[in-house]
């Protein structure tokens, strides 16, 4: 039994896309894609404050 519900051994492969359809692929990689541009964006901000 698994802890997590839904998954199986398939979802854990590269290239495969269990469970999401075209318009939840893309809006996961578009929120993906956001957030990781924000968090370049800051890590290179010369004035950005830097955790102590």
Do not use: C, E, S, Y
């Not at 809006?27 to 010369?46: E, I």
């Amino acid at each position: 039994m698994t802890a997590v519900l839904g998954w199986h051994p398939g979802a854990m492969r590269p290239g495969t896309d269990v469970g999401r359809t075209w318009r939840g692929w893309h809006h996961h990689v578009t929120l993906v894609t956001a957030a990781q541009a924000f968090l370049t964006l800051r890590r290179l901000d010369p004035k950005a404050q830097t955790p102590a």
